[in-house]
Structures are given as structure tokens and as C-alpha cells.
């Protein structure tokens, strides 16, 4: 038996986090709501799954919250952390469990926070973007994620607002900017993965729906940048790409398009990037997919239609396959597996 864990926006039906289970062959077992929490809308995981972190709004001030996470999958609430202003967007828990980023696409800026035994504690540093682009949303900074480099040696975060991704170093908890790389104007860069060798990251864009793949040294320096785009041809209908995942065995891209509402894989050919396959995610506006830890499985969140895809993984090809569709989790948003 898999589980996941989906985060959601409360504005409508949701109660805030459910759980899924599916089988051994991807069909969903179960959904189960486990914490009633005001706009879950990105989940992190510790590295044993026993505590799980997430978004939220409280009191009308944005927060990142705590939980224990029980044996049967049920959440117990630990400690929530406030800030003036909207939530934030994204969570991301270091390699030792120690420390959690957050990026907040409203205020552009990026928090670090203190985790003792699994519970959240204090705020120890944010860095506060600055500057805007050439798209109407560019007005100003919009942080869209923080995340470790595989070997947790350094911070990445991507500003849409800026096109510019942040290279950090984490000094005791606290971010140190290292330095900036710009990518193409108006572009939006939203999210990036790394290759488990740490030679490649690729960055999704959401305006202008592309992968960006760069060479990378190990040492947060991100060179040679390269643009696929992820659309299908002549494509009559406005779209926003959104989730980027890699592979365990770092051959295959995958990425999701909200308007198209696909998921467009790609294969890693000599350092190149080629387009492999475009499946439809059976439902409307998937701001979010995660492929299980073995990568047999991926499962999408599709947000405006309240649902969520699963597919089956060839594990030679890497193509996707549906397993089942139109499994009702009101509001959608984020999936993490355990």
C-alpha cells in the first residue's frame, strides 16, 4: 500500500489535509481527511515521514504549521508559526530535519525556521526580493519556491516576479545570498529540480510554460541554460506551467501545464532534452503532481476540477499511463508521497 498526502485551498469544500491510499496496482483506496488547517496549500515531509509541515493562514496572518504524523496517517498538530501578510507558497524541510524554508509569492521574500524534535520554533532569517520584470504579473518580486540542493550544501529559490533564481548558503539556519542568475525576461521561473549527481537542474517556467536546463558544478553554480518549451503546437488556450519532478535515475523530465492541463514528459538523450509523451490529466488546472518514492506511481492534483489522476510509470520508458481518474479531493493543490 501507497500513501500520499494532498494539501488543498479551503475557499470552497475542503476541510484542509487528506490522506490517499492507493494498492499495489494505483487504484485509490482510501481518501481521508487527517487536519482541519485554512489553505494547506504545499506539504514537506521529514526525512523519516514522521512529522509533516505546511502552509496555512491563521488568524488572517500567513503561517507554517507542524504536525505529528500518526500511525494510522492522521495528523496531530505540534506548532504553527505566524506572519504578518498572505501565506506563504512553498515549504521545504533540510536534509536533517533541522531547519525549514518557506518562499511567499506575496511579500517575495524567503524564511528560514528552527525545528527541534519535528516542532516548528522560531524564525531565524528572511530575505526580502527586490526588482520586478516585463510581464504585467512581474509588478514586483514573487517568490514561488526555497529548496535544498541534493547534497543540502546550498539553497535555491526561484523569483517569477524577477526571473532570477537565488543561490544561498544556510550559516547556522540563517540565509547568506551567495549570488543571482537571471534567466530570459518574462519568462516566470517557478520551480526547480536537480539530478541526483547534482551535473543538471532543470527550472519550470510559468508564463512562458518552459524547462530551462542548465549545467550545475555542485557548488550553486547554475551555467549554460538551454529552453524547451512544453506546449503543445498552435495552442489556442492562455497557460500557466506549474509542478517540475525528475526521476530517481535522473533520465526523465516531467512537468504540468495548467490550461493545457497536461503533463509533458521528457528523456535526458546526451545531455539533451526530448519530448516523449503529453498526457492529459483528466481533469482542470493541475497545479501540482509527485511521482512515489520508487517511482512506479505519480499522482496529479487537478485544483478547479476538485480531483486527482493517478498513473502507472514504465519503468523503462518513463511514459505515463492513467490508472484512474476523477477521484474527488476538493481543491487539490500538492501531493506528497510518503
Do not use: W
Request: one cysteine or more.
Amino acid at each position: 500500500m501507497v500513501r500520499a498526502y494532498i494539501g488543498t485551498y479551503t475557499k470552497k469544500e475542503s476541510q484542509g489535509i487528506y490522506k490517499i491510499e492507493l494498492s499495489e496496482e494505483g487504484r485509490v483506496l482510501e481518501v481521508a481527511s487527517v487536519a482541519k488547517v485554512e489553505n494547506p496549500t504545499y506539504l514537506a515531509l521529514s526525512s523519516d515521514n514522521k512529522n509533516l509541515y505546511s502552509v496555512s493562514k491563521r488568524e488572517g496572518k500567513g503561517a507554517v504549521t507542524s504536525f505529528r504524523v500518526l500511525e494510522d496517517g492522521r495528523l496531530e498538530e505540534l506548532t504553527s508559526v505566524q506572519k504578518d501578510g498572505n501565506p506563504p507558497c512553498y515549504v521545504e524541510v533540510s536534509h536533517d530535519d533541522k531547519y525549514l524554508l518557506s518562499a511567499n509569492y506575496h511579500t517575495g521574500t524567503a524564511d528560514s525556521y528552527s525545528i527541534t524534535n519535528g516542532a516548528l520554533g522560531t524564525l531565524l532569517s528572511t530575505d526580502t526580493h527586490e526588482g520586478n520584470g516585463v510581464h504585467p504579473r512581474q509588478e514586483k518580486p514573487h517568490v514561488h519556491f526555497a529548496g535544498f540542493s541534493p547534497s543540502g550544501n546550498y539553497v535555491f529559490t526561484c523569483d517569477l516576479g524577477t526571473d532570477e533564481i537565488t543561490t544561498y548558503k544556510l550559516n547556522k539556519g540563517r540565509l547568506e545570498k551567495v549570488q543571482n542568475v537571471k534567466v530570459k525576461a518574462g519568462s516566470g521561473v517557478r520551480h526547480i529540480v536537480f539530478s541526483s549527481d547534482e551535473t543538471k537542474a532543470y527550472a519550470m517556467t510559468e508564463l512562458t510554460s518552459e524547462v530551462i536546463a542548465f549545467d550545475y558544478d555542485g557548488d550553486g553554480n547554475l551555467t549554460n541554460p538551454e529552453y524547451y518549451s512544453t506546449l503543445l503546437e498552435d495552442f489556442p488556450v492562455e497557460n500557466k506551467g506549474s509542478a517540475i519532478k525528475i526521476s530517481n535515475d535522473n533520465r526523465f523530465i516531467y512537468v504540468s501545464n495548467r490550461g493545457q492541463d497536461t503533463i509533458v514528459v521528457f528523456e535526458n538523450v546526451n545531455n539533451k532534452l526530448k519530448e516523449i509523451q503529453t498526457i492529459s490529466t483528466e481533469g482542470a488546472d493541475p497545479r501540482d503532481f509527485a511521482l512515489s518514492k520508487d517511482n512506479k506511481f505519480a499522482v496529479a492534483t487537478n485544483e478547479t476540477s476538485g480531483t486527482i489522476t493517478v498513473y502507472a510509470v514504465d519503468q523503462k520508458t518513463g511514459e505515463l499511463d492513467v490508472v484512474q481518474c476523477g477521484v474527488e479531493v476538493p481543491e487539490a493543490v500538492c501531493v506528497k508521497f510518503v
